[in-house]
């Protein structure tokens, strides 16, 4: 069962609704009903929300359209409680485009804050003294909606645009950073400071907005894998994967049975396998496969029955860089590797790791 609700594709992007998303609206209904609202303010909280995050969506889209304009598709664009991710296939390398794509989503909302503007009563607004401002906004309804949803969308573009990466801001920081230096000590500062930035986001959170403390706890990891992962690609650029795939592996036929495999497993340290017939590569024998099919089905089924069809084969003189970015991208992380139609290697993120840690002690 998916863990998010598929909303169809627009422009050709995946749009989805993670599960956790729901958990908002129980936290908006305990809020409403705390404060002795009714089912007529949860409408209205309700709808203001939905507003917000049609913003979001129309901002994450403003990031992946821009990024296919310099070829970078997007796999999907997933809406969480804290907001939206839009999963691009990989992270733009040059700086300029990574500008572009970084400033387009706060773009998009400034763009909409432009076009509520005639429809706002700022003059009334700030005619209110304190005390009937105060009155007037204190529930979200009809007489106030595009007003919350105004000022929700400047909050949209001043919060996104503050330098901690990986936000918006920390993006258009590193490609500064990058038109004048490195990329890697572009993302060592970056990452450093967004780290610093999710430090205090998580202490003011403590204090004042747990969804706050939330989204700092998302801001340090994702600062910390991104700056670790341009790291590796910069340890990995120059190599093929030749350089680093396996060449001593066993395989499978898809009549052997699984007990052959479990032997094979227990005899070395493979653990997943390619199936293959007349040369041919048939599926691809997962470990977690194994495992469940051992208790559902027993050791005399045929590898044939369990086997995975569905795989990515990697050229042996492709990039290694590629095939990293593919091997994150996907749960299985076992590819069989080919050169002129003949099986050549195996790679899987086990030994990118290791050839990760012989080139960061030394050259080879």
């Known amino acids: 069962m998916s863990a998010s609700l598929n909303l169809g594709k627009y422009a050709g992007i995946k749009v989805q609704i993670h599960w956790t998303f729901w958990l908002l609206f129980l936290f908006i209904g305990l809020m409403v009903f705390t404060q002795d609202g009714g089912l007529t303010d949860l409408f209205w909280h309700s709808l203001f929300i939905f507003g917000i995050f049609f913003c979001v969506v129309l901002h994450e889209f403003g990031h992946a359209l821009t990024a296919r304009k310099y070829g970078i598709g997007t796999h999907s664009i997933t809406l969480l409680p804290i907001g939206g991710v839009a999963s691009l296939k990989k992270i733009p390398e040059n700086p300029y485009e990574e500008l572009m794509i970084a400033i387009a989503g706060p773009a998009v909302n400034v763009v909409i804050v432009l076009l509520l503007l005639p429809f706002i009563p700022l003059e009334t607004y700030f005619g209110m003294d304190a005390e009937t401002l105060e009155s007037e906004l204190s529930v979200i309804g009809a007489h106030n909606m595009l007003f919350y949803l105004f000022m929700a969308n400047i909050a949209l573009v001043l919060f996104n645009i503050i330098p901690a990466f990986p936000m918006d801001g920390g993006r258009i920081f590193r490609a500064l950073l990058s038109m004048r230096m490195g990329r890697l000590e572009a993302t060592r500062i970056a990452s450093g400071l967004g780290k610093f930035m999710a430090l205090i986001f998580f202490m003011v959170g403590l204090f004042y ?156």
């Not at 048939?282 to 027993?298: C, F, H, Q, T, V």
């Open 209 to 364: 907005s747990i969804i706050l403390a939330i989204i700092s706890v998302f801001i340090w990891f994702g600062a910390h894998s991104e700056n670790i992962m341009i790291q590796q690609l910069e340890l990995m650029r120059g190599y093929s994967i030749r350089d680093a795939m396996i060449t001593e592996y066993s395989m499978l036929h898809p009549d052997d049975n699984l007990n052959k495999a479990v032997e094979k497993i227990l005899a070395s340290t493979q653990q997943d396998f390619i199936v293959h017939s007349n040369e041919d590569v048939k599926g691809i024998l997962y470990m977690s496969d194994l495992a469940e099919a051992l208790r559902n089905s027993g050791r005399d089924t045929p590898v044939r029955e369990v086997m995975d069809e569905h795989f990515i084969i990697l050229d042996a003189d492709e990039p290694l860089t590629n095939a990293y970015r593919k091997i994150r991208r996907n749960n299985r992380n076992f590819f069989p590797v080919m050169k002129y139609g003949k099986i050549v290697g195996v790679l899987d993120m086990n030994n990118i790791n290791e050839f990760l840690t012989f080139r960061s002690s030394f050259d080879f």
